[in-house]
């Protein structure tokens, strides 16, 4: 039995995992968790096979929470349901840890299709969502993403090293790296420019 559970922001209401999966009979929905830091030690609680994350935050916010709650249960697969409208939402070119990808709009079949696979042990990244990172231009590198989408959370140069294994110096070198290529005047205009081009929440 594939224990499937849902991750979703507070007060959002998205894709209805639970109604496209729940009619098959080698799936049991164990529950809607809420997206978040403490998706981790929730996650680590319940022990889903699969993790469906449907959120309104980008790529580059959801890796620190994914990689954490790999660390936490490492048998459990994350699926991300992107919108391909966002540009911050596709797929990274070159490495998206443990993390998956389904459009939003995917059928039920799909879906059900994927979470087997994951549960399999496969990787799922559709390839409609491949086709339109490929097709975008994106400035900065995925890590660059990621630290900026802990600044943007408020989050300290300390803080943010500690979540993604990297020392403070690294950190500030990566947020002195996004502000020369964002043409920003410094980090929170930085944050201010990636949200406006859809690469932050």
């Not at 140069?157 to 020392?167: N, T």
Request: hydrophobic share 45%; net charge positive.
């Amino acid at each position: 039995m594939i224990r499937v559970a849902v991750a979703r922001d507070e007060g959002y209401f998205g894709v209805p995992v639970r109604a496209l999966l729940e009619s098959n009979p080698d799936m049991h929905f164990i529950g809607t968790l809420p997206y978040g830091n403490d998706l981790p030690q929730v996650a680590s609680e319940m022990w889903p096979s699969v993790i469906v994350i449907d959120t309104e935050y980008m790529v580059s916010q959801v890796l620190p929470v994914a990689n954490a709650v790999r660390s936490a249960n490492p048998s459990c697969a994350l699926l991300l349901l992107c919108d391909p409208s966002k540009r911050g939402m596709l797929p990274p070119r070159h490495r998206s840890g443990p993390l998956n990808f389904l459009p939003k709009d995917a059928s039920a079949a799909l879906l059900a299709d994927s979470v087997r696979r994951l549960a399999g042990g496969e990787r799922v990244v559709s390839a409609r969502l491949q086709t339109a990172s490929l097709l975008t231009d994106k400035g900065l590198t995925t890590r660059e993403l990621e630290v900026l989408g802990l600044a943007a959370e408020g989050e300290p140069v300390k803080e943010i090293a500690r979540k993604l294994f990297l020392s403070g110096g690294t950190v500030r070198n990566y947020l002195s790296a996004i502000i020369a290529k964002t043409g920003a005047r410094n980090r929170l205009d930085a944050i201010r420019i990636a949200r406006k081009d859809g690469w932050l929440r």
